[in-house]
């Protein structure tokens, strides 16, 4: 049987039976029974491999041994559930921080500086008029910080005309958005126009809460970054708001900058749960030796999977696989090679 004869999918399952279902197989011994090379036989095993369908076996003949499905998918969903679990944490420790700023220091201030003003503002309308006053009384940035829900169309055109006006006026226009809305079509063109128009657009994987900040005196913040529904507080003057600018400059160092080949790559093949946890370890620099034990692989497994993995991206490297990663918007930060070019 020649092997264009057979799908990829259809040769993975038959190869998968022949695991579940016998004892004492070799890769030779699939291969000949499927008609197909030992080569493809060993990329099949190592796509099962890669989602957990097989773990490695060195006592058994073939050097496998199934893993049965619903035991392989549980694995997955806990995978997952811990990165979650992770991200949740980094979230809510952000969120403590900035609750625990306006809470306990929102008052404290030095002698000879004036009062802190802080405006409620309950109503969108008044929000509104609040972003217009603002972006006139910008003198040398402002700094947008966008978290939650996609805007309306009619909400984007009314942020375009203000920040075109604001670029117009000479103004430092800065605007942080989720990975997710770059890929949204209404998003990417907005987000498009405003890069065009010379403002600095970057998109990061997480982000605390919606904000704005302009130059070092007067910022809009959420009541409650969970619900915009009970509206926003204006801060003015020096006391807080430098505070708030050290925030976002956090998120905004953390974050890559917008282009439109990584809106471009949301169709692009995606990777497994298990390979998003290889790409994770390899950009933070983990030894193989340690992946391979996290991963629960061998480290010949380990390298087939390295390798596969750099031939999907089309790259060579492992450092131009975590620039190419990161242009797709895979990864929260830039290579540390990268940062310090």
């Given at each position: 049987m020649a092997r264009g004869t057979v799908a990829p999918e259809a040769l993975e399952q038959r190869v998968y039976e022949t695991a579940l279902r016998q004892?004492?197989?070799?890769?030779?011994?699939?291969?000949?029974?499927?008609?197909?090379?030992?080569?493809?036989v060993e990329e099949a095993l190592?796509?099962?491999?890669?989602?957990?369908?097989?773990?490695?076996?060195?006592?058994?003949?073939?050097?496998?041994?199934?893993?049965?499905?619903?035991?392989?998918?549980?694995?997955?969903?806990a995978m997952e559930d811990r990165q979650l679990a992770r991200h949740q944490e980094q979230v809510a420790h952000t969120r403590e921080a900035i609750t625990t700023v306006m809470r306990d220091f929102l008052d404290l201030r030095a002698p000879q500086r004036r009062t802190l003003e802080v405006e409620a503002l309950s109503t969108t309308e008044q929000v509104d008029s609040f972003l217009?006053?603002?972006?006139?009384?910008?003198?040398?940035?402002?700094?947008?910080?966008?978290a939650g829900s996609i805007p309306t169309a009619p909400a984007l055109d009314e942020m375009l005309l203000r920040d075109l006006g604001m670029l117009g006026a000479g103004i430092e226009v800065?605007?942080?958005?989720?990975?997710?809305?770059?890929?949204?079509?209404?998003?990417?063109?907005?987000?498009?126009?405003?890069?065009?128009?010379?403002?600095?657009?970057?998109?990061?994987?997480?982000?605390?809460?919606?904000?704005?900040?302009?130059?070092?005196?007067?910022?809009?913040?959420p009541v409650d970054p969970e619900d915009s529904a009970r509206g926003a507080l204006a801060v003015h003057g020096t006391e807080l708001v430098p505070t708030l600018r050290a925030l976002y400059e956090h998120c905004w160092t953390l974050a890559t900058p917008f282009q439109e080949d990584v809106v471009a790559d949301a169709g692009a093949p995606q990777t497994s749960p298990v390979e998003d946890v290889l790409i994770r370890l390899l950009a933070e620099g983990v030894k193989d030796d340690a992946i391979a034990r996290r991963l629960g692989v061998s480290s010949?497994?380990?390298?087939?999977?390295?390798?596969?993995?750099?031939?999907?991206?089309?790259?060579?490297?492992?450092?131009?696989?975590?620039?190419?990663?990161?242009?797709?918007?895979?990864?929260?930060n830039a290579p540390a090679g990268e940062r310090a070019a």
């Open positions: 004892t004492g197989w070799t890769v030779r011994e699939a291969a000949a029974r499927l008609g197909v090379a030992e080569s493809v190592d796509r099962l491999e890669s989602v957990g369908l097989l773990r490695p076996a060195p006592s058994t003949p073939s050097g496998y041994a199934a893993v049965a499905p619903d035991v392989a998918l549980t694995r997955l969903f217009d006053g603002a972006a006139s009384l910008a003198r040398h940035d402002a700094w947008w910080m966008h800065r605007a942080l958005f989720l990975h997710r809305h770059a890929r949204d079509p209404l998003m990417a063109g907005y987000l498009r126009e405003l890069s065009l128009a010379g403002a600095q657009v970057r998109v990061a994987t997480h982000l605390p809460q919606r904000m704005l900040v302009v130059d070092r005196d007067l910022a809009l913040v010949r497994t380990l390298s087939r999977m390295i390798s596969a993995l750099l031939e999907r991206l089309g790259v060579q490297t492992r450092f131009q696989a975590a620039i190419e990663l990161n242009r797709r918007g895979r990864l929260g």
